[in-house]
């Protein structure tokens, strides 16, 4: 199995910056790709960024040029870097991690991201 604990989130003005960590531990030789999810209130939780295990990334078009997910192998952690935010990423980001040959997954507890306009 694979656990999941993620950092970083808070309060910020519109234009600032935060960066969230999903640290990984137990069968982390089985990660095929981790992410980062949102969801909104009254929305549905969307994909935000995603890593594979050979390190192709992906981004949703709202985020492209303002987020980046990178990942630090030796400390199983992996970051979502988040720039010029916008009230619209308001949000609890939600941390997730697909492994295994059957594709299970695993979601951390989320973290609180709101920003003010």
């Known amino acids: 199995q694979v656990q999941l604990v993620e950092s970083g989130g808070g309060l910020v003005q519109a234009g600032g910056s935060l960066r969230l960590s999903c640290a990984a531990s137990?069968?982390?030789?089985?990660?095929?790709?981790m992410g980062w999810y949102r969801q909104a209130p009254g929305k549905q939780r969307e994909l935000v960024a995603a890593?594979?295990?050979?390190?192709?990334?992906n981004y949703a078009d709202s985020v492209k040029g303002r987020f980046t997910i990178s990942r630090d192998i030796a400390k199983n952690t992996v970051y979502l870097r988040m720039n010029s935010l916008k009230p619209e990423d308001t949000a609890i980001y939600y941390c997730?991690?697909?492994?295994?040959?059957?594709?299970?997954?695993?979601w951390g507890q989320g973290t609180l991201v709101t920003v003010s306009s």
């Open positions: 997730n991690a697909k492994y295994g040959l059957i594709g299970l997954e695993v």
């Open positions: 137990g069968s982390i030789f089985s990660i095929n790709a």
């Open positions: 890593i594979t295990s050979g390190g192709s990334t």
